[in-house]
């Protein structure tokens, strides 16, 4: 008897409990049960992971999805879920579905090489029910190397499957050991090439994403200005015609770039790439990188000369110099409705959803290598970024949401151009108090900027970060670059022209999508907006009268005089100025926002002198203009005018960019601004 009521107390405790989580689980919010739901079938109901070798390949199989992997090259021969075979390109080659890829050149013994990573040795680094680490290792061998044609790098690729997980995850370990010879490295990435069959709508961003022409509809149409902008002049879906396509378009900030890809419409099904840290990048956060384009194709990019060109010499190499990097983990998504009527948004909101989960887990602890730290192998850096500026504010303020990331040392904004060590960025509160967390061991240098703020900022002390190091830096001060009061600016110091008035595009060669859109700088051809809008006469703009949001044009371009032929153009500022002091000196401050094989020179009231009173030199190749970026690599310059150069009344300063020759050479500005005297 005593037996029995114990058995019926343990029933009634039980529906108890049972009634107990089953009434928190309602009062959660929906994104936490299911993250709870989530959880529990990930670890109660989720098959082990099999691993299957073959002659020349591997499977790995978690039960949500099935990847095939060549073996010994590690290229990604298959990804099979929810019915579908095979997820990439069939029509491809093997080696040309899913790979990592490097453009490499040696100087002086050859030019760049575009090498798909192909390894020659393969290994099983980790296997049991919940995880497999696979390595697929290329190595460099200097005595076989007779002709001086090889790429000097080992590299070990590696992939990851976790029990549970609708995806799986890839990093790479490039080495350089003393002693090898010279070597410049353009370009790293993996790319994918989907099924077009199944694939048609590409996401980029909460505001960028629609469905999309064909590699074929490509194919049928005129390029335009570069290869890379097509006219689509038959495609197979009519809605197309008259369209341009352009990969470029579609270019994101590594500050916003951690998910983008593809769903299909008809079977529901969504390919993504989340990229959840940027500490493996190169240029820090505003360095922009290509995504996902028409193909289709989605990319990982981990290092490039887009929107920089040979400015960022960060990958070069002398003979000699040893190096080591882990690029990655990056994680590629796999995911399925089949109940929503929006199918492309419920995908994205979930693909965004499994972003933040990545993120929040970023540094991971799974990857089974010692060039990759987990979280208690790492250090953090706090404090607080006031500005003293007493021409803003008499009192130090707080730089709000300000960019503030450690950086391999250098000086003030070397950090844009550098690519061979590790970064890591984060923004202060409205307060200006930061943290940054995650920091692998190493000696950095602390920069940041503030948007609306003119300059750059350095901490001069060095920091070394050692494992489980917290620095605490307390109050900072920026002390922004100023000689005197505003007398007048145009723009926003924000490191893009984005402010300024962006032109529609000339009839016929709209992309769609950015028709009324707040990104419409992205449409292709705007370089020759300016010759439409100023045929004759070049741009003046009367400070006090003028609104730089209209008659300000987004970039210094070149005046199109025949088809083919551009000459410069010299642009005006007219201002006003009382009670010159002809004794002082005035400062003039511009910050470049891009500049394309550019020579700005400002002449002061005198348009004809020969000598212009300021120059920048021959600057820049980032090419944002042609590839519809606002912004490129950041130029800041100042020059000091006597006072004796300018008159009581009114005064013109005459900016020419004096390259010539292509519709691509010019500039792009950022902020302008001219100081009286102390």
């Known amino acids: ?116 990573i192909e390894g020659t040795s393969f290994k099983v680094i980790a296997q049991d029910e919940d995880k497999i680490e696979l390595s697929f290792r290329k190595t460099y061998y200097p005595s076989l190397d007779l002709n001086a044609t090889a790429l000097p790098l080992n590299i070990d690729k590696r992939f990851i499957m976790l029990r549970g997980q609708s995806g799986f995850y890839s990093y790479a370990i490039f080495e350089r050991l003393q002693g090898w010879p010279e070597l410049n490295i353009e370009e790293a990435r993996i790319a994918f090439k989907l099924q077009q069959e199944v694939f048609d709508y590409m996401a980029v961003s909460d505001t960028i994403q629609r469905m999309m022409p064909t590699s074929y509809d490509r194919q049928q149409g005129h390029t335009l200005d570069y290869k890379e902008a097509v006219l689509l002049t038959n495609p197979t879906d009519s809605r197309f015609k008259g369209e341009v396509d352009d990969k470029y378009q579609y270019s994101k900030d590594n500050k916003d770039n951690h998910l983008h890809g593809w769903v299909g419409s008809q079977s529901q099904v969504g390919f993504w790439a989340i990229i959840p840290s940027n500490e493996f990048r190169c240029g820090g956060p505003l360095k922009q990188e290509l995504t996902s384009h028409v193909g289709p194709t989605t990319l990982a990019m981990f290092y490039s000369r887009h929107y920089a060109g040979d400015t960022l010499t960060g990958l070069e190499f002398k003979e000699g110099e040893a190096w080591k990097k882990v690029l990655g983990p990056v994680f590629i998504y796999i995911n399925s409705d089949s109940g929503s009527e929006e199918p492309h948004a419920a995908l994205w909101i979930d693909a965004k959803k499994q972003m933040e989960i990545e993120r929040k887990n970023w540094p991971y602890d799974f990857p089974v290598s010692d060039d990759f730290p987990h979280a208690d192998q790492r250090g953090s850096v706090k404090g607080r970024l006031l500005i003293n500026d007493r021409y803003i504010n008499r009192n130090l303020f707080p730089a709000k949401s300000a960019y503030v990331g450690l950086a391999p ?97 000339a009839p016929g060669l709209e992309n769609h999508l950015y028709n009324n859109h707040t990104d419409k700088w992205r449409q292709y051809g705007l370089w020759n907006r300016y010759t439409d809008l100023y045929p004759k006469e070049d741009l003046v703009y009367n400070v006090g009268v003028s609104d730089y949001a209209k008659d300000w044009f987004f970039a210094h371009v070149n005046r199109r005089i025949e088809e083919k032929t551009y000459v410069p153009t010299t642009w005006q500022i007219s201002f006003d100025l009382r009670n010159v002091i002809p004794g002082k000196n005035y400062t003039f401050r511009l910050a470049l926002a891009s500049a394309n094989y550019a020579r700005l020179q400002i002449r002061v009231n005198k348009p004809n002198s020969r000598q212009p009173h300021f120059s920048t030199g021959g600057i820049g190749r980032d090419n944002a203009i042609a590839r519809h970026g606002i912004h490129g690599i950041y130029w800041p310059f100042f020059f000091s005018i006597p006072g004796n150069m300018l008159v009581q009344g009114k005064n013109i300063f005459y900016l020419k960019q004096a390259k010539g020759g292509t519709s691509f050479n010019g500039i792009m500005y950022d902020y302008l601004r001219l100081e009286g005297p102390a």
């Open 409 to 505: 040392p250098g000086d003030e904004g070397t950090w844009q151009l550098e690519a061979k060590g590790y970064q890591f960025w984060t923004q202060t509160n409205k307060d200006g108090y930061f943290i940054i967390k995650g920091v692998r061991e190493g000696t950095y240098n602390l920069f940041g900027w503030v948007p609306g703020i003119l300059g750059d900022y350095k901490y001069q002390v060095e920091i070394d970060i050692r494992p489980g190091s917290e620095f605490s830096l307390g109050n900072l001060v920026f002390v922004p670059p100023r000689n005197g009061p505003t007398l007048w600016e145009i723009g926003i110091p924000d490191r893009t022209a984005a402010e300024f008035y962006i032109p529609d595009p």
């Open 1 to 116: 008897m005593e037996k029995k009521k114990k058995i019926i107390w343990k029933r009634i405790l039980f529906v108890w409990f049972c009634n107990i989580v089953f009434q928190v689980l309602l009062s959660l919010p929906v994104d936490s049960a299911r993250s709870i739901q989530q959880i529990n079938t990930r670890l109660n109901s989720s098959p082990p992971l099999k691993l299957q070798l073959q002659d020349q390949h591997a499977l790995l199989d978690n039960g949500l999805l099935k990847v095939t992997l060549s073996t010994p090259g590690g290229m990604i021969t298959g990804i099979g879920y929810k019915g579908i075979h095979n997820l990439l390109e069939t029509g491809q080659k093997e080696s040309g579905r899913g790979y990592w890829d490097i453009v490499w050149s040696r100087p002086g013994k050859t030019g760049a090489i575009f090498e798909p």
